[in-house]
Structures are given as C-alpha cells and as structure tokens.
C-alpha cells in the first residue's frame, strides 16, 4: 500500500487510525473513497444517514434509478430504505477489505447506523442489527448504536451475538463507563455462548466539535475573565478523562480474563464533524478546526473520524506525539474550573449526548421522508408512501 501523505503516516505511526466521515454515495461509486484508502491512508468509515444523502436522493442523483426499480417491483418502503443503505455499505466494505485482511481485523471497518426508533425495545434493535449485519454480508462491518438509555442494552446484545459495534454520542467519562460495562458484559456473554471473541470489535465515538460549540457559547455568556483559559478546552479535557478510564479497565483483572479469551480491546474515537447548524461556506475554516484535533488528541490504539473538509487541511496538521496518556490531572482541573463557573459538564453532557440521538433520529426520518418521495415519482402511490412514513421505526 502507497504511504499516506507526512501528518496521517506520523498518526498512523502512534497508534492513530484515520477514517472518513460524512461518505455519500457519490465518494463510494466514482472510486474516490478507494483512492482515498490506497493513497491518502483512510483506514475506516462512518456512513451516515443524514441530509446530505436524503437530499442526494431527493434530487435525482444514481439512487433515484434505484428507487424506480425498487417500485417496479412493489419493495415497501422500510424494505427499500433497507436496500439503499445496505447498498452504499457493502461499496465501503469492499473498498476497505483489504485494509481489514492486512491487518487481520484491527483496522478497515465501515460504521452502519442503526435507526434510534429501533431502540424502545433493546432485544428487537439488537434482532434488527443482526438482520442488516447478514444483508450487508461483509466481515468489516459494524453497527452504529447512540450510547444512551436502551442504546446501551442493545451494545450489550449485539456483541453478545457477535456483531461488531461502534457506540456513538459519548460526551463524558461517565457515559463511558457505562459503555465499557456493556462492552465487557456483551464479550462475556459471547464467550460463554462459544463464539470467537477475536472477530468482535468495537470502537466508540466521541464528537469533539459540539462539545467545545456549546461549552465555549456558555463560558462566552459567563462574561467573565476568568471563562478565558477554559475556551477549547472542554472537549480535549473530557477525551483525556475518557482514554483514562479506558487505561485503567483494560488493566482489570475482568479484562485480563476476557484479553485471555481473545477479546480485542475497545478502541476510542473521536468525530471532528461540527453541528449540523454551522454554514457550509465556512467548511474550510471548520476543516482548519477540526485539524487541531488531529494534533490534541493522539493516542495508541485510537481512531480519528475526519471530514472530507478536514482531511482537505490534514496537511496543516503537525502531531507530536502522544497527547493523551498521563493527563488526567490537568483534565479534571479544566471540567471543576467550568464547575466553578456554574457550568457543570456532567449536566451539558448529557444534554449534548440526547442531542446527538435526536439529530440522528431526525436523519433517519428525512432520509425515509426522501427515499418515500423518490419512490412515489417513480410510481409508488402518494398514499401507501405517506403510510410507510408515519411506520418509521419499526423493523421488518
């Protein structure tokens, strides 16, 4: 495999896996994302469900053929959501396979959402799961479930099927806990039912951007003086809080006995996509952003999650090492100063982490609400597509 550019082989170098974020189906047809992987050293992918795509499908792009047929043949219209998605990530699975083979299951993974409306019922989610695991039919797949409430019951049941899993809308050390939990509960429910815990993996996502977005608006509103030294330092803080924990459980005797099994550790991730209400005329400046994440938060065995924007400015980037092991200290003393300040993270966390599940509750809503509309000009009646709609949520 050709070397990545000089910023992400110095990251591949310490431990850092750099993915690409926001893929549509545009990236996975015109071979871009092969490209990407061969000579710009992506290594993994997050596929998303979001406006972009519904829109894409709105507009007219390839699915609308797709669309047509699937109408010709009379696919409701879960089942047609269904197809399209699974689609896309068969395309990413296989531009990713051999990164996945050479490194024997470590790296080459692409992140399929789950819908969150799947999640009232944690035992169904983790069915549903398992039934867009066998449609996709490729071993470097793995399943996007929102970190909260049922989310993390159905993490559990997941990897105790043996489904890879990405545990997404981390926003604190203790929310992380929690996963850790359900990972570990999940590989020894797996254990015990005889499958191979070598072939289950799981990473989870924190998204750095909006937690320094909404911490930074509150510190400004503070007004005061002593607010300035804690600006873009909330989201770095909680990270080193969470690589932490992750330190100290994997030198658990609980994780040396499922290590001993076979087990593949937990990987962190950290998401460089801003909220969704930032101006897409600002996408350099928001790729520029995103660079000094790539800077502030290495660590081994992690993953960066990069937008096309902020992959277009890796080439600012210059890593010095580790930036992760070792500062916890540090950490805790900016999440107490915000305390002092009346602005508890524990509290914003949680309502940026139920922010994350709604906006993709929302994307899963307008990416149905598209595929409906594309199905209907192609010759699905308005009536039966309008019914599937209001269904969004149920499995099939």
Known sequence: ?????????????????????????????????????????????????????????????????????????????????????????????????????????????????????????????????????????????????PAVGQGLAAIRDCLAQGIGVHACGICSAQQYDAVLRAHMDGLELAGKAGLRLSSIACVASMAVQPIDAEVDRLLVESGTAAARPLLGEAARASARLVYRLLDERLGSSRWRALSRAGGRPQRLMWTTAPVPSASSDASEALGLSA?????????????????????????????????????????????????????????????????CLDRLSAAWRGLRAAVAESVERAGEPAAVAAESVERAGDPM
Do not use: F
Request: charged share 25%.
């Open 291 to 355: 660079v000094r994440y790539l800077e502030r938060l290495v660590g081994w065995n992690t993953v960066i999650a990069l937008t096309p924007a902020a992959l277009a400015a890796v080439h600012r980037c210059e890593p010095r090492g580790d930036t992760l092991l070792g500062t916890h200290r540090g950490a805790q003393s900016v999440l107490d100063g915000l305390d002092l300040l009346g602005i508890p993270y524990d509290t914003v966390a949680r309502r940026l982490a139920a922010e």
């Open 1 to 145: 495999m050709t070397p990545a550019p000089d910023p992400l082989r110095q990251l591949i170098n310490e431990g850092v896996s750099p993915w690409l974020e926001g893929v549509d189906r545009s990236v996975l047809v015109s071979g871009r994302l092969a490209w990407l992987v061969r000579y710009a050293g992506i290594r993994g992918v997050v596929c998303e469900p979001g406006p972009a795509a519904a829109i894409a499908i709105a507009e007219g792009d390839a699915r609308r053929g797709r669309s047509g047929r699937l109408a010709g043949r009379g696919v409701p219209l879960e089942r047609a959501v269904r197809e399209l998605v699974v689609d896309d990530v068969r395309l990413a699975c296989d531009a990713l396979r051999g990164v996945h083979e050479a490194t024997r299951g470590h790296d080459g993974h692409v992140s399929m959402a789950l819908d969150p409306g799947l999640l009232h019922d944690a035992p169904s989610a983790a069915g549903y799961a398992r039934e867009l695991v066998r449609a996709v039919d490729r071993p470097n797949v793995l399943v996007r479930i």
